[in-house]
């Protein structure tokens, strides 16, 4: 039973040699629509006599006796003049043809014209190209239609699929059908972008046609009067040969011939390293390596040619895999992105982390806050009252440990203060994934920094005592950790790489380490400042001695992860920081610590960004269309 016309999105992918569309709706259900019983329309058109363009079965028909009058693709660039009988035909209307049967379709199904119309655009198409087919939108009588670039379609219609694309993973679309375009995508919280397309017009099914139908008759061919009858049956051949190893081809004025699945192969090998190539060369204008991508993903009519697979995972070392229906992911993709009117105005919504992130900023916050408490109100001072030989007994592991906690709550906060920042920024770069985490990381080091510095100032003026005592132990420790921020700041910014999981989950602190190593100082300050009653001062040793095993456990959490290799690295080190509890030593442990927290950073900022290792790319699962078949593997 048809829905409301208001209620349906309608997503077109004009290619050059077919058109296929899709109506979504609100509930998620799709259905693909059927042309003269074909789950596609060919673009192709024909000019009649009087003027008036036949599109579908009707054009091919009308072509077999008049071929001078068949214009096989009408989809040409904006500056290339349409012929026919020698007289100039209008792209614009002869392209509009094709998109108003589209849409009569459409409207058919729903009762009434589609409001929300999506055309899928070729991710190399400039403005010229763009407006070119807004205006042949606009000549076919559609609704302002919304243009969504061809990878970025397919990209989310595999995540509808179920594929699992994490945030800051990239992924290549290859898009193989009359010609081919390669296209390196990165997944950002709000999207989908292209950060590298290359294409070849030459390098899809249309030449592997050509090569064919040269094979089978026995010379070169030219794209003539006739040719596209040629095309049609040498089509016909190379999706059936996908299935058996050898097939008739009846020829237009021609004896029928055998085509083979070597000559098909054959036929293809050219192409498929042509496309092999831009892949590569794709990653690397993307300035990315093989490793870094998750997946190559194939579609279009010529997704399926022999080979292709094999040769892309083979060449790059990354698994390619052909998406279900790949006739129709783009169309599909394009029909799921969200359902927002085309005249809003697009803009990119920054996400907030979720509130359970609190904890992990909490727990460095609350532990810092606890630190810097008992370093103020432990510490030794020696005669206070007649400022006679005035002197301070402080633990200065005490606030290198509580500087380092700070700056970690703060770069925990990051992608919350980025976040917050875009949401108020005028500026588009704030508002892209990059520049939200970039400015996030820097506003949250410089924030650790001031708070560090505010401690030293602090610990300055409650003790009046010089201010260049206090600050090389607040600032010195955490040097190392903001030094390495800052390169995270750098890459996040550049979008050169974007860590497995998201950023939020890199900047997390290690909540683990920090409980253990701020409970283990909180140990160390008590065994050194309470007082030794005889009957206690067992117990005070042993606290204090617990408290070198603790912050050695944090020590050894930052520093490895395997639990055997803790348990290796974890007992004798834990013995040694025991051992050597003192007031001499306490300076010696804090700084350990904020050593062994800048090598947990520098080893995230190898593993995750440097080296990341590669997510392994899963199988879509496949979209099932009400009453529709699956289109041939023809140009697209």
């Known amino acids: ?308 697979q094999a040769l892309l995972t083979e060449r790059t070392g990354v698994a390619a895999l052909v998406v279900a229906e790949p006739t129709l992911a783009a169309a599909l993709g394009a029909a799921e992105v969200g359902a927002a009117s085309p005249d809003s105005v697009d803009h990119v919504e920054v996400a907030v982390p979720p509130v359970r992130r609190a904890a992990a900023i909490a727990v460095p916050g609350l532990a810092s806050l606890a630190l810097l408490w008992q370093f103020v109100v432990t510490a030794e001072v020696n005669n206070a009252l007649y400022r006679v030989h005035y002197w301070v007994l402080l633990n200065w592991g005490e606030l290198a440990v509580a500087a380092v906690f700070a700056v970690l709550a703060c770069l925990s906060a990051g992608t919350v203060l980025g976040s917050l920042i875009a949401a108020h920024s005028p500026t588009a770069e704030a508002r892209s994934e990059g520049g939200k985490v970039s400015v996030g990381i820097v506003a949250a080091v410089s924030l650790g920094v001031a708070i560090a510095g505010m401690y030293a100032v602090l610990g300055s003026q409650y003790f009046k005592l010089p201010l260049g005592g206090f600050l090389p132990w607040a600032l010195w420790p955490i040097t190392p950790i903001v030094l390495i921020a800052v390169a995270m700041a750098v890459v996040a910014a550049r979008q050169w790489r974007a860590p497995h999981g998201g950023w939020t989950a890199l900047l997390a602190a290690p909540t683990g380490s920090v409980v253990a190593a701020a409970a283990g100082t909180m140990l160390i300050q008590y065994s050194m400042t309470a007082t030794r009653w005889p009957r206690l001062v067992l117990w005070i040793d042993l606290a204090g001695r617990l408290g070198g095993l603790l912050l050695g456990v944090g020590v050894v959490m930052a520093v490895v992860s395997p639990l055997v290799l803790r348990l290796i690295l974890g007992v004798p080190l834990t013995m040694i920081t025991a051992s050597i509890v003192s007031w001499r030593a306490t300076g010696i442990l804090g700084v350990f610590y904020a050593i062994a927290i800048a090598f947990w950073w520098a080893a995230r900022l190898w593993t995750r960004i440097i080296r990341p290792a590669t997510p392994t790319p899963r199988r879509p699962a496949s979209t099932a269309i009400p009453g529709g078949a699956m289109p041939p593997a023809g140009g697209r």
């Open 1 to 308: 039973m048809p829905m409301a016309a208001g209620e349906a999105r309608l997503a077109i992918d004009c290619g050059t040699a077919s058109t296929v569309a899709v109506l979504a709706w609100r509930d998620g259900s799709s259905s693909l629509l059927s042309f003269d019983g074909m789950p596609y329309l060919p673009t192709g058109v024909y000019l009649s006599q009087d003027g008036e363009l036949w599109t579908g079965r009707r054009a091919w028909q009308a072509a077999a006796d008049q071929p001078a009058r068949f214009i096989p693709n009408p989809r040409r660039p904006v500056d290339e003049q349409i012929t026919v009988d020698g007289s100039g035909v209008d792209s614009v209307e002869a392209m509009a043809a094709t998109l108003r049967r589209v849409a009569g379709e459409a409207e058919r199904m729903v009762g009434g014209p589609v409001a929300d119309v999506r055309l899928v655009v070729p991710a190399g198409w400039g403005p010229r190209r763009r407006t070119w087919l807004r205006q042949v939108a606009h000549r076919a009588g559609l609704a302002r239609p919304r243009l969504v670039e061809a990878p970025v379609a397919v990209a989310d219609h595999l995540l509808a699929s179920g594929l699992q694309v994490p945030v800051g993973s990239f992924i290549v679309v290859c898009d193989v059908g009359a010609g081919a375009e390669v296209s390196v995508l990165r997944r950002g919280p709000a999207g989908f972008e292209v950060l590298a397309t290359l294409a070849d017009p030459d390098a899809g099914g249309g030449a592997v046609d050509r090569a064919l139908a040269a094979s089978l008759i026995g010379g070169q061919t030219s794209e003539g009067e006739g040719w596209w009858a040629v095309a049609a049956s040498v089509q016909a051949a190379k999706e059936a040969l996908t299935a058996h190893p050898a097939v008739t081809v009846p020829l237009p004025d021609r004896p029928p011939v055998v085509a083979t699945s070597v000559m098909a192969e054959t036929a293809a090998r050219p192409v498929v390293e042509r496309v092999a190539q831009l892949v590569g060369d794709a990653i690397t204008a993307a300035e990315l390596v093989p490793s870094d991508v998750a997946g190559i993903w194939c579609v279009g009519g010529s997704a399926h040619l022999p080979q292709l």
